[in-house]
C-alpha cells in the first residue's frame, strides 16, 4: 500500500504504534502511540523520586524497626504493574561489634506498613534487605536496596516505601545517613507494566 505525507503531517496508508490504518496524523501520534497498552509488559509507565529534603538523619538504638522519614509514594496508573524500588544513601554502625539492619515497609492507600523484605520474612529472621557490620571498627558505608515488588492494590492507591532500621542487640547510636544536613537517602519508585 502507497504512504502518503502531506504538507499537514497526514500519513495516508499505513498504521502507526497500532493505530487503524488510514489516516494518522501528528496530534494523533502524540496523543495515542505511546500509550501503556501499547509499549507492552515490562515497560516503564512512570518513575517517580522521593527524599527527605531536610536531610534528616535517623538514629536509633533500638533491637526492633523503627521508621525512618526517608520515603517514595508512587501511585500506579494500571492494575497488577509491578514497582521497582531503589533506596541508595549511607549508614552508620556507629561502634565496634554494633549491626545495623536495613529494610523496607510498604503501605498501600494509608494502610499499616509491612516488611517487603523477603530475606527478612525468611524464617521470621527479620534480618532485612541489608546489614552493615564493622565487628571491630565503627563504619560508615553506602547502600543500595534494588527490589522489585508485587503489591496488592487498587488503582489510584498510592503506594508508599519507607525505610525501617534497627540494631541487633539495642545498643549503639545507629544512623542513616551518617551524617543529617547534607547528605540525602534516595528513593526511587518505578512503574512496571505487566
Excluded: W
Excluded at 16 to 44: E, F, H, Q, W, Y
Excluded at 87 to 107: H, K, M
Excluded at 131 to 139: A, D, K, P
Excluded at 184 to 192: F, M, T, Y
Amino acid at each position: 500500500m502507497p504512504i502518503a505525507i502531506n504538507g499537514s503531517g497526514t500519513i495516508t496508508g499505513v498504521s502507526v504504534g497500532g493505530l487503524p490504518d488510514g489516516i494518522v496524523d501528528t496530534d494523533m501520534i502524540a496523543a495515542n502511540a505511546v500509550t501503556a497498552a501499547k509499549r507492552g509488559s515490562g515497560a516503564i509507565l512512570q518513575v517517580v523520586q522521593g527524599y527527605d529534603t531536610n536531610f534528616t538523619r535517623a538514629a536509633t538504638s533500638s533491637s526492633s524497626y523503627v521508621a525512618t522519614t526517608h520515603s517514595v509514594t508512587i501511585t500506579p496508573t494500571q492494575a497488577n504493574s509491578k514497582i521497582l524500588i531503589t533506596f541508595t544513601g549511607d549508614a552508620n554502625n556507629n561502634g565496634s561489634g554494633n549491626y545495623l539492619l536495613i529494610t523496607v515497609f510498604r503501605s498501600v492507600n494509608g494502610g499499616t506498613f509491612s516488611d517487603i523484605s523477603e530475606l527478612g520474612q525468611s524464617g521470621g529472621n527479620s534480618n532485612g534487605f541489608m546489614i552493615v557490620n564493622g565487628s571491630s571498627s565503627r563504619i560508615e558505608v553506602p547502600f543500595c536496596i534494588n527490589f522489585l515488588d508485587s503489591p496488592s492494590y487498587s488503582v489510584g492507591n498510592a503506594i508508599e516505601y519507607k525505610i525501617y532500621f534497627k540494631g541487633n542487640t539495642g545498643g549503639g547510636n545507629l544512623e542513616i545517613p551518617s551524617s543529617g544536613s547534607n547528605q540525602p537517602v534516595l528513593g526511587i519508585a518505578r512503574e512496571i507494566a505487566t
